[in-house]
C-alpha cells in the first residue's frame, strides 16, 4: 500500500509539473520508484515464502521428534524386558550351577570311591594273573 501511494504521489507530481524538464526528471523519477516497488515486493514475497517454509520445517521437526521420542519409548521397553529376560536366565543359570554343585558334592565322592574300588579290583586280578603265571596260585 506504502509502495502504491508513493508510485502515485510521483506520478501525481509528472503531471502536476509545467516544464518539460520537470517532467523528465519526474518520469526518471517515477521508474526508478517502480522498480524499486517491484523489487522490495519480490524481496517481501520471498520473505514470505522463507518465513511458510521454516514454519513448514518446524512442523515437520516437531512431528519427527514426537515420532523419535515414541520409537524411543517402545524401545526403552523393549530394553527393559530384554533385561528382564536376561535377569530370569542368570537366575535360571545360577540355580542350575547350585544345584550341580549339590549333585557333585553328594554324588562326587562316592563316584570317586567306586572308580578307586574298580581301580583297586583291576590291579589285585593283574596280581592274581602275575601270580598264576609263576605257579604260586591255584
Given amino acids: 500500500i506504502l509502495v502504491g501511494l508513493i508510485n502515485l504521489l510521483v506520478l501525481f507530481q509528472f503531471f502536476l509539473s509545467p516544464a ?8 526518471l523519477i517515477f521508474l526508478f520508484v517502480i522498480i524499486i516497488s517491484f523489487l522490495l515486493i519480490q524481496s517481501v514475497q520471498k520473505e514470505q515464502k522463507r518465513r511458510e517454509d521454516v514454519e513448514k520445517l518446524s512442523r515437520e521437526l516437531r512431528k519427527l521428534n514426537e515420532t523419535l521420542e515414541q520409537k524411543v519409548k517402545e524401545r526403552t521397553k523393549e530394553l527393559k524386558g ?24 553328594t554324588y562326587l565322592p562316592s563316584i570317586e570311591k567306586e572308580l578307586e574300588m574298580r581301580r583297586l579290583k583291576n590291579k589285585v586280578r593283574e596280581l592274581e594273573k602275575k601270580l598264576e603265571a609263576r605257579g604260586l596260585k591255584k
Fill in 82 to 105: 530384554a533385561l528382564k529376560l536376561s535377569e530370569v536366565h542368570q537366575e535360571i543359570a545360577e540355580e542350575k550351577q547350585r544345584r550341580l554343585e549339590r549333585v557333585y558334592s
Fill in 20 to 27: 518539460i524538464q520537470t517532467k523528465i526528471v519526474s518520469l
